[in-house]
């Protein structure tokens, strides 16, 4: 772990195996968001810390252009000693409840938490469920990224609160809404890009926000930044399935 280290990142690096419609496998890839996050921290030369949970299996549907997952072995939540991380920013972003986050409010640094695990279901592909916060978890999160549906299953008062500090709502090929310090502004991308999924481009988004959050202390900049990088992550994906 080296000293000057800016960021420690938990996360996961399941299998992902892509399904269509029918249920028919069309590939499996190392994926996961662990997989798009370092990407992102590794194109911008930014190092890191990283923890990660055991190997994990996720089925991806892909349907209609969008992306269903399902996790049909639920792994067991990992203990993390928060007060150990001596990085001054925590990255947290899961497939699904893997990492216990009690205990979270004795790290001293920021921490900068994606929903999208927590409020996944994990059982049925796409099905969500409700995410009631611990108080020690929802007042130490920073920054809370999550889509648009994704916010639906955490509580109102909860999301009114954290618009006093950072609130990133991305709504796909659209861009995102960013709530920071009680202002908003929404960010659209330069051009829209019809690729064949998204798989990752959330977590790509989230770690490019971070990392020029880092350089600049900007959270609309940063996030404009971030968008329109996140846009360049989706072409190549286009180009690769051409």
């Known amino acids: 772990m080296a000293e000057n280290n800016q960021v420690t990142i938990i996360s996961t690096f399941p299998r992902d195996e892509l399904l269509d419609e029918d249920g028919q496998l069309i590939r ?5 968001p662990a997989f798009y996050l370092t990407k992102a921290f590794r194109e911008e030369g930014v190092d890191f ?5 055991p190997l994990m299996k996720v089925e991806i549907l892909i349907k209609g252009g969008e992306e269903f997952g399902r996790i049909k072995k639920r792994p067991k939540p990992q ?3 928060f007060s150990k991380i001596k990085t001054p920013h925590f990255l947290i972003s899961t497939i699904l409840d893997e990492f216990n986050l009690n205990g979270i409010n004795t790290f001293k640094g920021k921490v900068f938490l994606d929903v999208q695990g927590y409020v996944r279901n994990g059982q049925d592909f796409g099905k969500k469920k409700h995410w009631k916060l611990p108080k020690e978890v ?3 999160i920073f920054c809370l990224k999550g889509t648009k549906r994704e916010m639906r299953y955490l509580p109102k008062s909860f999301l009114k609160s954290q618009k006093k500090k950072i609130l990133l709502i991305t709504n796909r090929k659209s861009g995102c809404d960013v709530y920071a310090f009680e202002k908003k502004k929404s960010i659209r991308p330069s051009k829209t890009i019809e690729a064949p999924e998204t798989i990752g481009a959330g977590d790509y988004f989230f770690a490019d926000f971070l990392i020029h959050f880092l350089r600049t202390k900007d959270p609309f900049m940063s996030a404009k930044v971030a968008v329109n990088n996140t846009t360049k992550f989706l072409l190549q994906k286009t180009y690769a399935n051409k």
């Open 79 to 81: 203990n993390i000693d």
């Open 138 to 140: 929802a007042s130490s």
């Open 28 to 32: 499996e890839q190392k994926g996961g």
């Open 49 to 53: 810390d990283l923890i990660t949970a």
